[in-house]
């Protein structure tokens, strides 16, 4: 699995939000958007394919999503260690 972090949410991102948060994932956007705070987009990728999504920030992770075929292996934990290791080096003093 490879998990990279991003700045802003990438249209793969924004695909996996979307069945998680259906009726909420546009405000939660527009939400997001308007973070001025050290923040990441985080994608796990299992053979090139997006099978996991979440968000953080000073405060905390605010979004996890995982595609149901990836759900049951561990994906989110290994996000969140990714997450938290992530805050550890930006000096956010850890998630």
């Known amino acids: 699995m490879a998990i990279r972090a991003h ?3 990438s249209d793969r991102w924004i695909d996996v939000l979307k069945p998680a948060h259906p009726t909420a994932w ?3 956007l527009r939400m997001l958007s308007q973070v001025t705070e050290l923040s990441a987009f985080v994608t796990a990728y299992l053979g090139g394919v997006v099978v996991n999504v979440a968000d953080s920030g000073p405060t905390g992770v605010f979004h996890l999503a995982t ?3 990836a759900q049951g292996f561990g994906v989110a934990h290994t996000v ?3 997450i ?3 805050a550890s080096t930006m000096a956010a003093g850890g998630v």
């Open 80 to 82: 969140l260690g990714a």
């Open 7 to 9: 700045p802003a949410p």
């Open 84 to 86: 938290s290791a992530w």
């Open 67 to 69: 595609v149901p075929r």
């Open 26 to 28: 546009q405000a939660d």
